[in-house]
Structure formats: structure tokens, C-alpha cells
Nanobody
Framework: QVQLVESGGGLVQAGGSLKLSCAAS????????MGWYRQAPGKQRELVAT???????NSVDSVKGRFTISRDNARSTVYLQMNSLKPEDTAVYYC???????????WGQGTQVTVSS
């Protein structure tokens, strides 16, 4: 049974930081591209950042220079370090796993991030 379990969300003031974690089980974590989407109220789900099995990263322009994605294959965990948070970063953040160049295959349950102004 595949499970992606996120943690680390919460309420933070603008300018603050949070670090999200996503622990995977039931998959060969090392071969998957991992990443994070987010969905704000009334908006479509948006891809935030991805990291390939080889460690190559990509992120949406709105978070470049503020968010950093990383992975620990030994712990089957992917992280999202979020700095200089803005109110517009408020959303539910979802971890996902995919094969390269394919759509997300597995999803976590989501973790709420709320940034107050």
C-alpha cells in the first residue's frame, strides 16, 4: 500500500519560514520524481516544485529564491523549505510521486499552510 504522509504545515506570519516533509512508503522511492503541488481556496491546484531521482529541481517562478525542494532517499522523504512566506502562499500543500515526464501517480493527503499578513 502506497502512502505519502505530509507534515510541517501550520500558521506563520508573513516573512516567516516553514519546512514541509513528506514521508513515502510502499514505493521504490529512489526512482520516483517527487514534488509538491498547492491549492488555494477557489483556485486550481498548482505545481510548486519537483525533484528528480537524480536530484534535479524545478520550481514555479513565484517561489524561486524562496522555496527549496530536497530529498533524502535513505529516509524516503522529500522536503519543501519555505522562506520569506507571503499571504499568497496560503494553500493546502500536497506531496506527489510520479515517473519522469508523466502525471502524478500518488498523492498525499495535504497539509495546510496559512500565512498571515
Amino acid at each position: 500500500q502506497v502512502q505519502l504522509v505530509e507534515s510541517g504545515g501550520g500558521l506563520v506570519q508573513a516573512g516567516g519560514s516553514l519546512k514541509l516533509s513528506c514521508a513515502a512508503s510502499g514505493i521504490n522511492f529512489r526512482i520516483y520524481t517527487m514534488g509538491w503541488y498547492r491549492q488555494a481556496p477557489g483556485k486550481q491546484r498548482e505545481l510548486v516544485a519537483t525533484i528528480t531521482s537524480g536530484g534535479n529541481t524545478n520550481s514555479v517562478d513565484s517561489v524561486k529564491g524562496r522555496f527549496t525542494i530536497s530529498r533524502d532517499n535513505a529516509r524516503s522523504t522529500v522536503y519543501l523549505q519555505m522562506n520569506s512566506l507571503k499571504p499568497e502562499d496560503t494553500a493546502v500543500y500536497y506531496c506527489h510521486a510520479q515517473m519522469p515526464y508523466q502525471s502524478p501517480l500518488y498523492w498525499g493527503q495535504g497539509t495546510q499552510v496559512t500565512v498571515s499578513s
